[in-house]
Structures are given as C-alpha cells and as structure tokens.
C-alpha cells in the first residue's frame, strides 16, 4: 500500500507540475495516516515515527541547506557576468554547438546541474538568435546532468549519496558513462541545430567580468571540500548529530558576502522547490524495503529508465535506503536517466521554464531521440569498463 501511494505521489507530481509541493506533501501525510492507522497502536506508531525522524533529520536538514546554499552560489556566478562572456568564446558553426554544451558539462560538476542548464540556455540565446531547436534544449539538459552525475556537488541525487556516507570516490566512475554518453549526444544535437538555425559570432559589447565574484564561488566551493574532508577524517561522528556539509556551505557564504553581496532572494526563489525535493525523501525514505528487488545491473538500468519519468531523486533515496548498489552505476542511470523527457530532472524543468516550446513531449522525443541511445551507450560503457 505505501508503494501504491508512492507511486500515485510521483504520478501526481508528473501530472501537475505548478502543484508539486501540495501534491508531495499530501502523499506524505497519507502513508503516514497509513502507517499510524496500521501499528499496534496508537501510541507505538507514533513513537516509531518519532525514531524515525530522529534518524532522518540530519541528512533532510542537510539536504535542504545544501540545495538553498547552491541555489545562492549558482546566483552569485551568473551575477559575474561569467556565463553572457561564454558565447563571444565559442567557434562558429556546429563545432561551437558541442563547445557550448561541453562548457555546460564542465560547469555542472561544480554547479548544480540546474545552474549549468540555465547558463547553457542563456548562453544558446545568444549565439543562436533564429531560436533554439527543442533537440539541443534536450542535449543541454542532458550535458547538464551528465556533468552532475559524477560530481557530489553538481547533482541532487549524487549530493543525497554524499551526505549519507558514501564516499565521491564511488560516485567518481559515473563520468565514464556521462563521458561516453556526451561524446553521443553533442554532435547530433550540434548538427541538427547548425542546419535548422546557424550560430551567430555574438556582439557583447563591453563586457566587465566580476572576477571578485568568481573567486567568491571558487571559495565557497573550496570551504565546501575542505569542510567536508576535515568532518569525514577528523569529526566522522558529528555527522550522524548535525548537518555538518549545509552548515559549512553557509557559513562560507556568509564568509564571503562582505566581499560580494549575494542576491539572498535566490535562497527565497529555490525554497519552494528545495521543500518539494526534501519532502519526496522523507516520503521515500518511508517505505518498506524487504520487498524491493535486490540490487543489480538490471535494477540499477530500471530506476534510470523510470528516472525519465518519475523525479530521480525519491528513487535515489530507495536505492540508498536499501543499500548494496554500486553507486557510480546509479549516480549514472538517474542522474542522465531524467534528460530522455523533459520534466524527468530538474534541469529540465528549470530550462523549459525558459524556453516553453520545449514542454512538448512528442517534440522532446522526436527531435531528442539520441538521448536515450547516449543513455544505452553509455550505461553499456560502464559494465564494460568495471567488468
């Protein structure tokens, strides 16, 4: 019964997206009315939910903080006026289209991905004024995940397996597959976009970047690892009784705001989704266990498929609740899973929030079909290589 409400939670929030949080929360308090009404008693339910929660709340704190902390250092990067320098960069012609969308890559893995989507789509405005076709949106979204999925501070799913233990080392082999993937997808996507609108050298005129900024986010990134590095080495039981990773995060940003005031109402902006995202976890992290299948190659292949077009990130609470995958494996299916449809990531959502055309599912399919062949090729990449 709670997988029956988890998975008509996950519908719901496909369905009507302007009502994610409604929908994520009313999911929430029914398996929790479910399992209260289904204890012994009363009073025991409700003492296990509490047990619960106490175990819980640290890696929802952290999560939180996390996702409200990158949505302020994604902010203070694209006020260096960085991301509008990006297209006065790039070759002309197709060549400049796989340029752009290795750029997105690169930044995702520092950024969050829904970051690197949105500079990418910005940057794509630019260089590509006859309008930007929906298959190079895709391939955008799909850089942008790819970019993330072997980073721990570029993806939400691979910043929930950081704050749960597992080691970036383990989630580090996900490049492989995101590698192989990207090297599929960018030419087609480059190609096809060439011939229906060509890149045009952008005019920026006189363009000052804020280096001050930049080096405010390489900062705050920077605090990030180290905070990181010395609570695993040095505090590893501090993390089990406080949300140790978003504290640092603040407290880097608050570090660094006299230099470079940060626009705070991006931490505002974020909070709604970030809410969505931490609610689908606690829901998540809900359900029982013993009768999931065990954890494989194929399972692993599956929750990327469903990645498409459930959100990823309750499916990787399961699979970290339930343990024992190999997690550069999954970092991989779920994180550049969600790109073969629109609203399957973030990323996705975020950067159809700037260009509506692309909410059109046959169009996403149709002219994004290289995504899900990358998404084969190179899920058959990483058997290969750690066969």
């Known amino acids: 019964m709670e997988y029956a409400i988890f998975g008509a939670t996950l519908l719901g929030v496909a369905l009507f997206h302007h009502r994610a949080l409604l929908v994520a929360l009313a999911g929430l308090a029914t398996v929790v009315l479910l399992q209260i009404a289904s204890g012994p008693s009363l009073g025991v339910a409700a003492y296990e939910l509490l047990e619960h929660l106490a175990d819980e709340w640290v890696i929802l704190a952290n999560l939180l903080l996390l996702l ?15 991301p509008e320098a990006i297209p006065s960069w790039l070759p002309i012609g197709w060549v400049g289209g796989v340029v752009l969308l290795g750029l997105v890559f690169l930044l995702s893995i520092f950024l969050d991905n829904i970051a690197g989507a949105i500079i990418g789509g910005v940057a794509a405005r630019h260089v590509f004024q006859r ?55 960018a030419p087609f996507a ?39 590095v010395v609570a695993n080495s040095s505090f590893p039981q501090h993390e089990e009784i406080a949300p140790v990773l978003g504290l640092g995060l603040w407290t880097a940003i608050l570090l660094s705001a006299p230099l470079r005031s940060p626009a705070w109402l991006s931490a505002r902006h974020a909070l709604y989704g970030s809410l969505f995202l931490v609610v689908l976890v606690a829901l998540a ?50 994180g550049f899973g969600g790109s073969m449809v629109w609203f399957g990531s973030s990323a996705g959502v975020a950067l159809t929030n ?7 599912l046959f169009t996403w399919l149709r002219e994004g079909w290289f995504i899900p062949l990358s998404f084969v090729i190179g899920f058959i990449a990483m058997i290969a290589t750690s066969a």
């Open 68 to 82: 409200l902390g990158f949505a302020v250092l994604s902010n203070q990067f694209e006020q260096s006026g960085l």
């Open 131 to 185: 309008g930007v076709t929906v298959g190079f949106l895709a391939a955008i979204t799909a850089a942008a995940n790819a970019g993330g999925a072997g980073s721990v501070i570029g993806d939400t799913t691979t910043t929930m397996m950081w704050i749960s233990g597992i080691s970036p080392l383990d989630v580090l082999p996900a490049f492989i597959g995101a590698l192989v993937a990207f090297a599929v997808f």
């Open 190 to 228: 480059a190609i096809a976009q060439q011939k229906t609108s060509p890149m045009i050298q952008a005019d920026l005129g006189h363009l000052v970047i804020d280096w001050m900024r930049v080096g405010v986010v390489v900062f705050i990134l920077a605090m990030l690892v180290f905070v990181n």
């Open 285 to 334: 992290s809900l359900m029982p266990l013993d009768i999931l299948p065990e954890p494989s190659t194929v399972t692993t292949f599956g929750l990327g498929v469903l990645s498409a077009v459930f959100d990823n990130i309750p499916l990787t609470a399961l699979a970290i609740n339930q343990g024992g995958y190999n997690w550069g494996l999954l970092a991989y299916a779920v």
């Open 354 to 360: 700037l260009f509506p055309q692309g909410r059109s």
